[in-house]
Structure formats: structure tokens, C-alpha cells
């Protein structure tokens, strides 16, 4: 149980493009999911937290502008990178909480983004 | 502001000894700790969960928690070269709130 999948797994885009990854519970309700981002060899680093039907709470330092997140229901959560520049070339990596007290977070397999 | 510390090795052991990892944290608020287990260019997978003082075994994985300390660690008995990864000590201090990640150890197993 606790699956949570990402989608797309790899992308490539020109400078300038918007880049759309999906980020799904498969088999549980997340009340939260999580956006980090990884760069190679580096920690993983929180961008922002999404609750279902509100708006996304960003960390100090992401442009809520640039990283527009969308948690539309209990299953689903979309983070689109607008207007990518080669900077935003990263590991990007979702994760969700289930119901209940004590959540576990757990991760997604992660989407490797490339801005040409 | 929550932290969480790990020494960031690499920690070399041999086939076979015991792995031994070390988390410390800040925040005496803190009630549900976790490890996780990322290969290189993998996302991180959940290894092992504790919310209570003492020790919680899980085949060759023991988790340890001394809240008193602040210390939180984990074991893994009969290291094999697959268990070569970087570890992730992460502690959560409330429901729905962020976990705070640790840099993480990495781990080469030596066959």
C-alpha cells in the first residue's frame, strides 16, 4: 500500500516552456503532499506543501509564480514549472501523507527535468 | 527552526559488520521519527518508522530512539553491498507538517 506515482518520469523542454508533473496516491487519500526538488549529489529541498482545496504553502526563496502547484483532490497534485530555464533543471520529487495521526510521507519516483 | 543533523560520511563498512547511523535533532517537540533509503538518482523510499523510546527491529534494520537525548539511529545488521545508499534520518514534529530531512549518510557496503 502507500503507493504514490509521479508522472511525467523524465522530461526535456526548450527555455521558455511550461513543464506540468502530475503526482498521484494510488491507493489512499493524502490530506498533504509535499514538492522538493534535488539537485545531483545535493540534499533534498522542500519547495512546498499542498493541502487539498487550499492554496500551496511555499518555502522562502520559491517563486510561487514560477512554481504554480494544484492540489484539486485527495488523489492528485500538479506542480507546473512556468516559463523553464535551464536553472530549473532538477530532480523533482513528490510526496503525500495518509489520513490519520502520525502520518508517514511517502515519496513518489521522482521527475528528472532538462530545460535546454 | 527544526534541525535535524547527520554526519554525512561516507561511512565504509565492511560485508557482513553492522551499519550503524546517527541522527541527532533539535526540536524536543518531536514525536514521529523515519529513515529512508535513497540509491543514486532514486527517490527516497521509507525503510523504517519509530514514535516511541527504544529500540524497533525490522529484519536486519533495528531503529533506535532516545528522545531524552534527542538521538535517533539506525542499524543494519549483515550489511550487503546492496544496502549502499545515502540515509535519511527525518522527524516530524505534528500531523500534516513538513518532515525535516537530515543531509543524509551515505553508506558504501565493501564486498
Not at chain 1, 95 to 105: I, P, V
Not at chain 2, 9 to 30: F, K, W
Not at chain 2, 93 to 104: C, D
Request: hydrophobic share 30%.
Amino acid at each position: 500500500g502507500a503507493v504514490v506515482s509521479q508522472h511525467p518520469s523524465r522530461v526535456i523542454c526548450k527555455s521558455g516552456t511550461s513543464v506540468k508533473i502530475e503526482c498521484r496516491s494510488l491507493d489512499f487519500q493524502a490530506t498533504t503532499m509535499f514538492w522538493y526538488r534535488q539537485f545531483p549529489k545535493k540534499s533534498l529541498m522542500l519547495m512546498a506543501t499542498s493541502n487539498e482545496g487550499s492554496k500551496a504553502t511555499y518555502e522562502q526563496g520559491v517563486e510561487k509564480d514560477k512554481f504554480l502547484i494544484n492540489h484539486a483532490s485527495l488523489t492528485l497534485s500538479t506542480l507546473t514549472v512556468t516559463s523553464a530555464h535551464p536553472e530549473d533543471s532538477s530532480f523533482y520529487i513528490c510526496s503525500a501523507t495518509t489520513r490519520g495521526g502520525q502520518e508517514t510521507q511517502y515519496f513518489g519516483p521522482g521527475t528528472r527535468l532538462l530545460v535546454l | 527552526q527544526k534541525e535535524v543533523e547527520q554526519n554525512s560520511g561516507p561511512l565504509s563498512v565492511p560485508e557482513g559488520a553492522i551499519a550503524s547511523l546517527n541522527c541527532t535533532y533539535s526540536d524536543r517537540g518531536s514525536q514521529s521519527f523515519f529513515w529512508y533509503r535513497q540509491y543514486s538518482g532514486k527517490s527516497p523510499e521509507l525503510i523504517m518508522s519509530i514514535y516511541s523510546n527504544g529500540d524497533k527491529e525490522d529484519g536486519r534494520f533495528t531503529a533506535q530512539l532516545n528522545k531524552a537525548s534527542q538521538y535517533v539511529s539506525l542499524l543494519i545488521r549483515d550489511s550487503q553491498p546492496s544496502d549502499s545508499a545515502t540515509y535519511l534520518c527525518a522527524v516530524e514534529n505534528s500531523g500534516n507538517t513538513p518532515l525535516v530531512f537530515g543531509k543524509g549518510t551515505r553508506l558504501s557496503v565493501i564486498a
